[in-house]
């Protein structure tokens, strides 16, 4: 195995340049810009303000061609899925809501569809929106959608980032769940981001994602093990310095009109897969969720 010490070394340099730590509520909060918290309303940034990453729009249609190849460069997401499925349903269950069955999903950040496809074939959905500004995976995602007559009128893709979908006026237009999975830690301002998705949320709707947490062991995982070792996933997918603590992310929503968010810490097992395993959400990858009060 090659050393990792010119490895740990850079990281290093990094911090220092950057004044970046592991500890909690440090980067994001000190980089977030004003936030719009409902519908109707607006931030001081709005017609500056960008989620998207020209870098990592350039990365991820480099990978579109094998999005859909299970054992190609997407793999691990394809492993992940079905407990993306759980966890939705785990937190769905915590607060049922006699009044609404969750029919309806706004997918953002969808890359090639594996979530979006997936929720769309579940028996209750009626509907899922799937939004991303990568014109190579949207034009897979549209390709791969086409193959299953049964999504026809189910499943919808569009080229929008949150900024540019037009804001609901209406709860009843508002969606059941908005899905954030692996965004986050590739957008330029967490906090911003999610703010912005808040109004398309309907009141006791959730917003439900997943992320990584910044710490010393998913750097040696996710940075030197997975990209710069094992080569199962691609080089600069992940930039360590965008992960985000479990509480950052909490204290991003608190305040806003949410209820406590939910979060559980998943690991990946060589030969098993993916698999919940409850507290790793302070050292690795985690689900969050958080429902938005009624």
Same mark, same amino acid.
């Given at each position: 195995?090659?050393?990792?010490?010119?490895?740990?070394?850079?990281? =290093?340099?990094?911090?220092?340049?950057? %004044? #970046?730590?592991?500890?909690?509520?440090?980067?994001?909060?000190?980089?977030?810009?004003?936030?719009? *918290?409902?519908?109707?309303?607006?931030? !001081?940034?709005?017609?500056?303000?960008?989620?998207? !990453?020209?870098?990592? =729009?350039?990365?991820?249609?480099?990978?579109?061609?094998?999005?859909?190849?299970?054992?190609?460069?997407?793999?691990?997401?394809?492993?992940?899925?079905?407990? +993306?499925?759980?966890?939705?349903?785990?937190?769905?269950?915590?607060?049922?809501?006699? !009044?609404?069955?969750?029919?309806?999903?706004?997918?953002?950040?969808?890359?090639?569809?594996?979530?979006?496809?997936?929720?769309?074939?579940?028996?209750?959905?009626?509907?899922?929106?799937?939004?991303?500004? *990568?014109?190579?995976?949207?034009?897979?995602?549209?390709?791969?959608?086409?193959?299953?007559?049964?999504?026809?009128?189910?499943?919808?893709?569009?080229?929008?980032?949150?900024?540019?979908?037009?804001?609901? *006026?209406?709860?009843?237009?508002?969606?059941?769940?908005?899905?954030?999975?692996?965004?986050?830690?590739?957008?330029?301002?967490?906090?911003?981001?999610?703010?912005?998705?808040?109004?398309?949320?309907?009141?006791?709707?959730?917003?439900?994602?997943?992320?990584?947490?910044? #710490?010393?062991?998913?750097?040696? #995982?996710?940075?030197?093990?997975?990209?710069?070792?094992?080569?199962?996933?691609?080089?600069?997918?992940?930039?360590?310095?965008?992960?985000?603590?479990?509480?950052?992310?909490?204290?991003?929503?608190?305040?806003?009109?949410?209820?406590?968010?939910? =979060?559980?810490? =998943?690991?990946?097992?060589?030969?098993?897969?993916?698999?919940?395993?409850?507290?790793?959400?302070?050292? %690795?990858?985690?689900?969050? %969720?958080?429902? +938005?009060?009624?």
């Amino acid at each position: 195995m090659a050393s990792s010490r010119p490895a740990t070394a850079a990281l =290093v340099r990094a911090l220092r340049r950057t %004044g #970046t730590t592991t500890q909690p509520a440090s980067r994001a909060a000190a980089t977030s810009l004003p936030l719009r *918290t409902g519908p109707g309303s607006t931030s !001081s940034s709005s017609s500056t303000y960008s989620s998207v !990453s020209p870098e990592e =729009v350039e990365h991820f249609n480099i990978l579109a061609a094998d999005w859909w190849d299970p054992h190609g460069s997407s793999r691990l997401l394809h492993l992940m899925n079905p407990l +993306r499925h759980n966890f939705i349903r785990d937190c769905l269950a915590s607060q049922p809501d006699p !009044s609404s069955t969750p029919t309806r999903f706004l997918d953002v950040g969808c890359g090639g569809g594996i979530f979006a496809e997936s929720a769309a074939r579940l028996p209750d959905t009626t509907k899922v929106t799937a939004v991303d500004p *990568t014109p190579g995976v949207l034009a897979i995602a549209k390709g791969h959608a086409r193959r299953d007559p049964a999504l026809r009128g189910k499943l919808e893709y569009k080229a929008a980032t949150i900024e540019t979908l037009p804001v609901p *006026t209406k709860a009843e237009d508002c969606y059941d769940v908005v899905s954030v999975f692996e965004v986050v830690e590739h957008v330029s301002s967490p906090a911003e981001f999610l703010d912005r998705c808040a109004p398309f949320v309907r009141p006791g709707g959730w917003l439900i994602g997943s992320t990584i947490a910044r #710490t010393w062991t998913s750097w040696f #995982t996710t940075n030197l093990i997975a990209e710069d070792i094992l080569g199962i996933v691609p080089k600069g997918t992940h930039d360590w310095r965008k992960y985000i603590n479990d509480d950052e992310l909490k204290g991003m929503f608190m305040g806003k009109g949410w209820e406590m968010p939910r =979060v559980m810490g =998943v690991v990946y097992v060589p030969g098993l897969g993916w698999r919940e395993v409850k507290g790793s959400e302070k050292v %690795g990858n985690y689900f969050f %969720g958080v429902r +938005r009060a009624a």
